[in-house]
C-alpha cells in the first residue's frame, strides 16, 4: 500500500459484517451455525478496500450487536479517544457492529466522544458469505466516508446501502431488508457514491466533540429502563424498575407520547420519588413535546427521540444531574 493513502482505524465488534454462514444461502441461521471472523479478516477479505486506504485493525469483541450496551460503549469511547490522541496521522475509524442496537452505540459515541475526527458504524444485512452480501461494499463506502472531507463536523455516523446517517436520528426499521436504516422524520445525510461522497444536510443539535458529556473516570452509567405502552398495560413494570434500582425510566408510550392510565399513575409516583421519568412515544417519529401535564408533574418531553435513544441520553444526562429541568434542557439541545 502507498504510504500516502488515508490512514483509517477499524474497530471489530463483531456482528453480521463478520459472519460466515454454513453456505452461500445461509442468511438465517449464521449467528447461531456459523463463525464471526477478526477484523483483520474481515478487512481482508475484500482487497479493494487497500486501494482506498491504509488500515489499521483494531480488535475489540466478536460478538453480535445484542452482546453490546453500556459497558462496551464507555470501553468503545476510550479507544477512540485514546488512538485520536495517539495517532493524529488518522484520517478517521469505522467501527464493524451488528445492526440490532448499532443506533443505541453510535448515539451514546455521538454524545460523548472528544475527537474530531470522523467515526463510522457499519454493518450488514446479509452476513459476509451469503450470495449478494451488502457487507463488502458497506465496508469499503464506510472507510471511504471516514477519511472524506466532506464528512467533517456531522458527529457520529452511519453507513449502510450507500446512505450516510446521523447517529442522532437513524433507527433499523426492517429485521432483514438492506434499507434497514432510516431517518424517519428528516432523511438522510448524504449517499456514498462512486464517484464521490456527497453530503446534503448537517445536523444542527449538538454532537460530539462539543458536549458536556465527560466519561473520565465513570466505570458505569446508571441504570435506565423503559416501559412499553400497550392497550391495558398497568403500573407492573415500572412498579418492577423503581424496586430493581432505576434511576430513570423512559416511557415508551402510545402516540403521540401517552401511557395508559394504570401505567400513568405508576410513573407519576415514580417521578414523585425522585426517578427521573421521560416521555418517549412508540410510534418511531414524531416529537413528544413539554406540555403541561409533563410540566405539572416533573417529567421529561423526549423531543423526537425514540425510546431506545432517549435511554441512552437520560443514562448520560443522569451522570450530570438528577433535576429534571436541567435535563430537559438536556432534551433540548442534544
Known sequence: ???????????????????????????????????KMLV???????????????????????????????????????????????????????????TATMEETAY?????????????????????????????????????????????????????NDEIHSAREVSKTSTYRLQTFRAPDFGALGHVDGDSI??????????????????????????????????????TAVEAFVVAGARGIVSAGLAPGIPAPAERTALERAAAAGVIVVQSSRAGSGRVAPRRYLREHAIVAADNLNPQKARVLLALALTRSADPAEIQRMFATY
Do not use: C
Request: aromatic letters at 6%.
Open 1 to 35: 500500500m502507498s504510504a500516502n493513502k488515508p490512514l483509517v482505524a477499524v474497530i471489530g465488534t463483531g456482528g453480521t459484517i463478520s459472519s460466515l454462514g454454513r453456505d452461500s444461502t445461509d442468511v438465517l441461521d449464521y449467528s447461531d451455525f456459523g463463525r
Open 40 to 98: 483483520e479478516e474481515a478487512i481482508g477479505r475484500y482487497p479493494e478496500i487497500a486501494s482506498v486506504a491504509q488500515i489499521l485493525p483494531v480488535p475489540f469483541r466478536s460478538v453480535g450487536s445484542t452482546a453490546i450496551g453500556p459497558a462496551e460503549w464507555l470501553e468503545l469511547a476510550g479507544i477512540i479517544n485514546r488512538l485520536a490522541a495517539e495517532r493524529p496521522e488518522l484520517s478517521g475509524f469505522v467501527i464493524t457492529h451488528g
Open 108 to 160: 451514546s459515541l455521538h454524545l460523548t466522544l472528544k475527537t474530531e475526527k470522523t467515526v463510522v458504524l457499519v454493518g450488514a444485512q446479509r452476513p459476509a458469505s451469503a450470495l449478494s452480501s451488502d457487507a463488502g461494499m458497506n465496508l469499503l463506502s464506510a472507510v471511504r466516508v471516514a477519511m472524506a472531507p466532506e464528512a467533517r463536523g456531522l458527529g457520529v455516523l452511519v453507513e449502510l
Open 198 to 235: 456527497q453530503v446534503y444536510r448537517r445536523p444542527t443539535r449538538r454532537h460530539a466533540p462539543d458536549t458536556e458529556f465527560d466519561l473520565a473516570g465513570i466505570v458505569d452509567l446508571p441504570r435506565v429502563d423503559i416501559a412499553y405502552s400497550y392497550g391495558g398495560v398497568d403500573g
